[in-house]
């Protein structure tokens, strides 16, 4: 079969057409977005109304305005050939025709649609190529298209039929029209004197739920559907790396983020990662040596068939000839440090630095643990707390594609080098991987924690070494040195020379000549690696996409703090850490100021009739309530202990429960009280501190769980108004519902589809099975629903206060003292109440209900708390002291009655 043409072989007229095709599909589209805010000519409606109705009318606008969007999107598709956005362009354009001519008889739009249509028809053959991987980066690109889309299509329409309400609109009060559709409830007084008014109001929301939701489906693309691999073609690819690997990278060709190409006779796979106009390859093709040039041939016309530029990554010099006589350019891009374990030796001046670690390290009792795979789950959140403490102190996150990261599946089958204290406290780990087909060791993972004695590390890979040494390997890999040797030949490219100048002047960024520096006091040889690429035109692609796959389509990686000074970095992060304190303390100033402003309106004699008017059956109710509450409470623990697979018995989960949330609710700053607590029993009952960790983590995440579970259903079924006091973007709590549901909507379909934890900067989204998210969505909306009701029944009964609409009152209320950092939200979450239920309900009797309620639901169970947690602490003292003397007597009789 042969080959499709590439766009350098296409014919000069079919890249002029490909380009035409593509800046007419964008006018189209910008057409269709002009076109649907337009009512049409006065005589073509005329006409019309006796054919169509309105409803069918204002449809075809609509139409025509959803075909403009996608046509939009296809626009860049149809540049780079793709055959998809072809058939979908066609598609568009003859709804675009048959919209055009209902909603207005426009035949000069359908005209335009017309002769697009047409060309894209005689140039169907150049459009070969196959669709991209799902990214994030391109759902990201999507949903800002359809918010400005969504935004444009309202400002336009406002603008150019403002004769169709009662007040006429400026081009900027148009725009504030549009997004007072979204955020007001009365769609901030927009009065329509027509029905076609009123419909166009109403199709922004359709309009913007359509875009939206595509730019949504398109941002969690990559999670719901992966794009790589099958687990047939994975299986198929393990057998040949098994049988052909040969360099430290070819472990990393089996990693998940990997797709696969194979030679035409099947014998060769080459790992790669497409990321935008580039496919990058791992290494070389693996398989034998007689099919690589077919392998590199066949990948290069896969790579042409979807519009891709190849590339290879780390390729190894034994190929370099074969890469440059198919035409691809080559460039150093660093050396491998690779020590030669025949001759590794700490004898000698050589070696006396790395002796000098070992013997300290000894002293001190240090060992190296080695663990064989497969590795226990207690071990692997052990070594997690460890990684995400390296993460943290680096400031940086995980890296892919040449390196493999904290996935507990890839380290599960790996040999593991623990360095653990004279305690057996875990302090630093590497994971050892093979090179199959090599009889040399690699590692991958090198991490510690933060805190960990200087030479650590010098101790770790020294036993290493040795322990690769006793396992009968001949050498051992310390990984790449990026930009290592490179430029320092006379006869290099000027590429490389301006590469050479980079590693001799960021140093101070990138501290890329202290590795080398670190790598030589194993006294390596250094073998150099290389980028193989196509053209010089071609390189800015390429690099990008491998910039995407080794960050894993982290933005803050193509503009990371390194790229601006240190003293705006250090400014910018001294303010990240002020802001929460300053917001926090204006929260707490503007709610005394508040509470005293009510306190002077009444007096304290008001206040204690409004507390004497409560019937003693409420207060009844409500501390049942209470109680009620505090037994979901207790679920948040239970659900977490079964988390971390760790059974206990409910006893023990619901006491620690009932304790942490009684102290840490009237305390506050639970992350610190409530934390504390769990691992002062938790250790005690056997858990590790990375599963103590999880379990915090878990208990955290389903407080918010559970907000954004009743706020999103409750803020968008009966959206509250939002006090003028409070300064917030938005009249009403609306958008604050429709995110919260899409917070949980995308929650769980994570829990659906994804089998890894999520990390967001120094956040981590543990993955919970869909069962359990679902049970944590339950209980903890529970937990809210039962909060909220203790203070319902401590207000007095008033028809224009139902409890559905206090419950958004109180979530309000909650969400503002959590915001404050204000231990239990003290005076803050009293503040908002006030400003949003009083009135309808009396001031004097809200107050009088609050201070109940502080009793009822923070005083009474502190209380309790503090009881369960001083019993619980004395018996274990009485516990110790009789294990004590017990032992004081065991050893007193064996010294009267010593053995045999």
């Not at 979204?182 to 875009?211: C, K, M, Q, W």
């Not at 789950?377 to 904290?406: C, H, R, T």
């Not at 208990?699 to 409750?714: E, H, K, P, Q, T």
Request: proline share 5%.
């Amino acid at each position: 079969m042969s080959n499709p043409p590439s766009p350098q072989s296409l014919g000069r007229p079919a890249r002029i057409g490909t380009w035409a095709s593509a800046l007419l599909t964008a006018l189209v589209g910008l057409v269709n977005l002009w076109s649907a805010v337009t009512p049409g000519l006065p005589d073509r409606i005329e006409w019309l109304r006796s054919v169509f109705p309105i409803e069918i009318r204002v449809g075809a606008h609509v139409f025509a305005a959803l075909s403009g969007f996608f046509l939009l999107m296809l626009a860049a598709n149809l540049l780079r050939r793709k055959r998809l956005a072809w058939f979908l362009a066609v598609g568009l354009l003859v709804i675009s025709m048959v919209s055009h001519l209902v909603k207005g008889l426009d035949y000069e739009e359908g005209l335009l649609s017309l002769v697009l249509l047409i060309q894209l028809l005689g140039l169907r053959s150049v459009f070969t190529a196959q669709s991209d991987r799902p990214s994030v980066i391109q759902g990201l690109r999507v949903l800002v298209g359809a918010l400005l889309f969504t935004l444009a299509y309202g400002t336009l329409g406002f603008w150019l039929l403002d004769r169709h309400y009662a007040e006429p609109f400026s081009l900027p009060e148009a725009l504030g029209q549009t997004l007072a559709m979204f955020f007001t409830a009365d769609n901030g007084g927009l009065e329509p004197t027509t029905r076609f008014g009123r419909h166009f109001a109403d199709s922004i929301y359709v309009v913007s739920t359509v875009t939206m939701l595509y730019g949504a489906w398109m941002l969690f693309r990559p999670v719901i559907v992966r794009g790589t691999a099958s687990e047939a073609e994975r299986q198929r690819a393990r057998t040949i790396v098994e049988q052909h690997g040969r360099s430290s990278l070819a472990r990393f060709a089996l990693l998940d983020d990997k797709s696969y190409y194979f030679s035409p006779s099947g014998q060769s796979v080459i790992a790669y990662v497409p990321k935008g106009r580039g496919a990058v390859a791992l290494g070389d093709p693996i398989g034998p040596e007689s099919d690589r040039q077919e392998a590199i041939i066949g990948f290069r016309a896969f790579c042409t068939r979807s519009d891709w530029h190849p590339a290879f990554y780390q390729t190894l010099p034994d190929d370099i000839d074969r890469y440059r006589s198919l035409g691809f350019r080559i460039l150093k891009i660093g050396e491998e440090a690779i020590v030669d374990l025949h001759r590794f030796t700490l004898e000698g001046k050589a070696g006396r630095n790395l002796r000098t670690a070992m013997n300290k390290f000894t002293k001190q009792g240090y060992r190296v643990q080695y663990y064989p795979p497969p590795i226990g789950n207690d071990l692997l959140a052990e070594l997690k707390a460890i990684s995400d403490d390296w993460l943290d102190s680096m400031q940086g996150a995980e890296k892919k594609f040449s390196l493999g990261w904290f996935d507990p599946d890839y380290l599960r089958d790996c040999e593991i080098a623990v360095v653990e204290d004279a305690q057996g406290t875990p302090l630093a780990f590497a994971n050892l991987i093979p090179e199959y087909q090599r009889n040399e060791a690699t590692i991958d993972l090198m991490r510690h924690r933060g805190d960990i004695e200087r030479g650590a590390m010098d101790y770790l890979f020294t036993c290493l070494m040795q322990h690769s040494q006793d396992q009968g390997y001949d050498s051992f890999n310390l990984g790449l040195v990026v930009l290592s040797g490179v430029g320092e030949d006379p006869d290099a490219p000027r590429l490389e020379k301006g590469m050479h100048y980079l590693y001799e002047h960021l140093n101070q960024l990138y501290n890329v000549q202290g590795l080398r520096a670190y790598k030589e006091k194993f006294h390596p040889h250094w073998e150099p690696r290389y980028f193989v690429y196509p053209r010089l035109a071609d390189l800015p692609d390429v690099v990008i996409a491998l910039v995407r796959a080794d960050s894993g389509d982290r933005l803050q990686d193509y503009f990371g703090a390194e790229f601006f000074s240190m003293a705006l970095t250090n400014s910018l992060k001294r303010f990240s850490q002020m802001a929460p304190v300053v917001l926090s303390a204006g929260l707490f100033a503007l709610s005394i100021w508040a509470i005293n402003h009510e306190l002077r309106q009444h007096s304290l004699q008001d206040i204690l009739s409004g507390i004497a008017a409560i019937p003693p059956w409420a207060l009844a109710l409500a501390i049942l309530l209470t109680v009620m509450n505090y037994g979901f409470l207790t679920g948040y623990d239970t659900l977490a202990a079964r988390f971390v697979r760790h059974p206990l018995a409910y006893r023990q989960t619901a006491l620690v429960a009932v304790i942490s949330y009684a102290i840490s609710n009237s305390v506050g700053f639970a992350l610190l009280s409530g934390s504390a607590i769990r691992y002062r029993f938790y250790t005690a009952w056997g858990l590790t501190a990375g599963q103590i960790g999880q379990i915090i983590a878990f208990c955290n995440l389903s407080f918010w769980i559970g907000l954004f579970a009743v706020g999103g259903l409750v803020f968008t079924a009966d959206p509250l108004s939002v006090p003028g006091i409070l300064h917030l973007p938005f009249n009403t709590v609306h958008p604050l519902g429709i995110t919260f549901l899409g917070m949980m909507t995308a929650y769980l379909i994570l829990s659906s589809f994804s089998r890894r934890s999520l990390k967001i900067r120094g956040w981590v989204l543990p993955h919970l099975p869909l069962n359990l998210a679902l049970a944590q969505v339950v209980v903890t909306s529970c937990d809210w629903a039962l909060a909220a009701a203790v203070l319902y029944v401590l207000l007095p009964a008033h028809p224009d206060l139902n409890y559905f609409i206090f419950f958004g009152s109180y979530l309000l209320a909650q969400i503002a003292g959590i915001i404050s950092n204000v231990p239990g939200g003290l005076w803050v979450f009293e503040t908002v109440l006030l400003l949003l239920i009083s009135p309808p309900m009396a001031a004097e009797q809200l107050l009088g209900a609050l201070l109940v309620y502080r009793v009822v639901y923070y005083c009474l169970p502190l209380v309790v708390g503090s009881g369960l947690l001083g019993f619980h602490e004395l018996q274990q003292r009485k516990g110790s002291g009789e294990r004590l003397n017990a032992s004081i007597l065991s050893n007193q009789s064996q010294r009267r009655f010593p053995s045999d």
